[in-house]
């Protein structure tokens, strides 16, 4: 596997379900991060993780749980959504800080999403 | 605060002909700047990014943009749009480091046989 993975690529669920998005990076990356993409809306950050640490959460509904058990992998556990939630959710990484580097520019990598239906 | 304006969420061009997407920001200090295309049911992917070295910078697939800075612009150009150019263009912006990278609205771009 190359780049960055996501797993399901489509997923339907009713609004009792408990479900949980995967995503893994492939690149040595130290920074991962969630992204909500809506039909006619722009990009939504939900959350950003780095360093395995959250250090950013968007205002994101608690029915959305992100864990980040270490560096390459990211889930996004999803439970009694709504159908307003039904989108394209889409995983990224990136190099951010390194020690002895400096700053980075922060060029996200993405995953191919996925599609999440809501019914 | 960063920010990106896209103009025209919707662009028409004949195959063969100029591809212009507009993208201008707002930073108080110079940013890094980035065009990412999206094809159906896929992933963004990076055309290109600036980064403070040459203002012209070209891309994957015979893109390429200008940084501006008196205009505050980084559009996007290709001589001659093929079929496969059809996709949806972001600009996005950064200052880097642990900054996020804020992404415009995003131009579908449809090419005309």
């Known amino acids: 596997e190359t780049g960055v993975t996501q797993t399901p690529r489509h997923l339907v669920m009713g609004m009792t379900n408990k479900k949980s998005l995967k995503c893994e990076q492939h690149?040595?990356?130290?920074?991962m991060y969630w992204y909500k993409q809506s039909a006619k809306k722009p990009l939504e950050l939900m959350f950003v993780?780095?360093?395995?640490?959250?250090?950013e959460n968007n205002s994101v509904p608690s029915r959305f749980s992100p864990e980040c058990p270490n560096s390459s992998h990211l889930f996004l556990h999803l439970h009694t959504l709504q159908p307003e939630d039904s989108a394209l959710y889409l995983c990224?990484?990136?190099?951010?800080?390194?020690?002895?580097?400096?700053?980075?520019?922060?060029?996200?990598?993405f995953g191919p999403g996925t599609r999440l239906t809501v019914l | 605060a960063q920010s990106v304006t896209q103009l025209g969420s919707h662009v028409s061009v004949s195959e063969g002909a100029l591809v212009l997407l507009r993208c201008n920001y707002s930073s108080s200090v110079p940013p890094y700047l980035f065009w990412y295309v999206q094809y159906p049911n896929q992933g963004l992917q990076l055309l290109l990014k600036?980064?403070?070295?040459?203002?012209l910078v070209k891309g994957i697939n015979g893109f390429e943009a200008e940084f501006k800075k008196s205009e505050t612009s980084f559009h996007l150009t290709k001589p001659s749009a093929h079929m496969s150019d059809a996709a949806e263009y972001f600009c996005?912006?950064?200052?880097?480091?642990?900054?996020?990278?804020?992404f415009g609205t995003g131009t579908k771009l449809q090419v005309i046989p």
């Open positions: 996005a912006v950064s200052f880097g480091g642990y900054q996020k990278v804020t």
């Open positions: 690149l040595g990356h130290n920074a």
């Open positions: 990224a990484s990136s190099q951010v800080l390194s020690i002895g580097q400096g700053a980075r520019d922060n060029e996200q990598f």
């Open positions: 993780y780095s360093l395995e640490e959250r250090v």
């Open positions: 600036y980064t403070s070295a040459a203002t």
